[in-house]
């Protein structure tokens, strides 16, 4: 079975610029999270969804960020405009919720560098 | 608010040695507990998990046991090898919060043959 996938791997853009990144969940999992994870912060988690719905934004950093999910194969995360505070390593999750079992899986991440 | 407090590392040990790295949490009620692992230029993977007191969660000769008495789940391994080194996170969930985790910041393992 296929895992997280996401898109792109690596991204260097410059300041100002919008950034788009992409996930496909793990079919049949209904939770999807985005994390940012640096060396100075750790493994922030950003938001959570449910079933399609945001659950809990609160660890989005500002008003430059905005994550959607369409539908139950896709999520967005996006970022506009891109400062160089904004580069770090941004990984997808998604979990089988009705399952209860609390595992995450991870995609490979997509890392992001703000020029 | 739930916390995960992991000994500080970065940790070098020689190829064969004993590894044990210290996770301590704080939660209400009876989370599950997690460690995943991160090669470089990966994500984090599960690498083992115990979801009530006294459950043993073990792989790849890694085992973890949890501890509700001293709200502790370390991680150890009798021989460790070069291919363990990565970063080693622990994490508490609570299932009806619908997967949502709390990590701790990771500790560095590196192995030297």
């Known amino acids: 079975d296929a895992g997280v996938i996401q898109s792109p791997r690596h991204e260097v853009t410059e300041m100002g610029q919008e950034v788009t990144l992409r996930c496909k969940p793990i079919?049949?999992?209904?939770?999807l999270f985005w994390y940012r994870q640096t060396m100075m912060r750790g493994l922030e988690l950003l938001i959570y969804f449910n079933n399609n719905v945001p659950i809990d934004d609160s660890g989005m950093p500002e008003d430059r960020f905005s994550a959607k999910m369409p539908n139950a194969s896709f999520s967005t995360l996006k970022i506009q405009p891109s400062e160089p505070r904004d580069s770090a390593v941004y990984f997808c999750?998604?979990?089988?919720?009705?399952?209860?079992?609390?595992?995450?899986?991870f995609g490979e991440g997509s890392r992001l560098t703000v020029l | 608010g739930d916390s995960v407090t992991q000994m500080e590392g970065p940790v070098t040990l020689s190829e064969e040695a004993f590894l044990t790295i210290n996770c301590t949490y704080t939660?209400?009620?009876?989370?599950?507990l997690f460690w995943y692992v991160q090669y470089p230029g990966e994500g984090l993977q599960l690498l083992l998990k115990a979801t009530k007191a006294d459950d043993k969660g073990s792989n790849k000769g890694f085992e973890a046991t949890y501890r509700k008495e001293t709200t502790s789940f370390h991680l150890e391994k009798g021989s460790v090898q070069v291919s363990d080194s990565a970063v080693y996170f622990c994490a508490l969930s609570h299932p009806a919060n619908a997967g949502k985790s709390t990590f701790g910041d990771g500790t560095t393992l590196t192995v030297k043959p």
């Open positions: 079919s049949g999992h209904n939770s």
């Open positions: 939660a209400t009620g009876y989370p599950s």
């Open positions: 999750a998604s979990s089988p919720m009705r399952k209860n079992t609390g595992e995450l899986f």
